[in-house]
């Protein structure tokens, strides 16, 4: 099923210089790039986009960070992008994040865990955050040249 998950990086990935390798890990997989920005994020949209961690002992510190500098919000599309993506991206914490995932790959700790995915096992969150981030008129639609070279 095509779909389309939101992605982004965080400030720890953006100051790491990791914006292109997870960006270029997502693009050579196959998946197609419908938005991207960089922004740096007020504290109510960050408290909106982290709503679901409101009551967690570690929400004050993400928020925190998040805000702290840029973000690079992103849309992907592909055949069951959500979970292609959160299969890429790892385990929230890294040391449970397998090697080859982004995670797994460039990751220590789980408040420093470079990107952020939608979750799978929340059908409303990718919606959810792609409205918070984006308007509709952000998101393009146009055919990969690969595409049927990608899909059977
Ligand atoms: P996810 O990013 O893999 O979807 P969530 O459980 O939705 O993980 O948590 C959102 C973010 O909150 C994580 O990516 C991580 O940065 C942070 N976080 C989650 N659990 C902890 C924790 O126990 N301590 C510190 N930060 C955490
Ligand atoms: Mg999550």
Do not use: C
Not at 38 to 66: M, S
């Amino acid at each position: 099923m095509t779909e389309r998950t939101f992605v982004m990086i965080k400030p720890d990935g953006v100051h790491r210089g990791l914006v292109g390798e997870v960006i270029s890990r997502l693009e050579s997989r196959g998946l197609k790039l419908v938005a991207a920005k960089v922004v740096q994020l007020d504290t109510p949209t960050a408290e909106d986009h982290y709503g679901e961690h409101a009551d967690k002992p570690f929400f004050e510190g993400l928020v925190e960070f998040i805000t702290s500098g840029p973000v690079v919000p992103m849309v992907w599309e592909g055949e069951d992008a959500v979970r292609q993506v959160r299969q890429m991206i790892g385990e929230t914490d890294p040391l449970d994040a397998s090697p080859g995932t982004v995670r797994g790959d460039f990751a220590l700790d789980i408040g420093r865990n470079v990107v952020h995915a939608s979750a799978h096992d929340d059908p409303g969150a990718n919606d959810r955050e792609i409205n918070i981030f984006f308007d509709a008129s952000e998101l393009t639609s146009y055919d990969r040249l690969d595409e049927s070279w990608l899909y059977e």
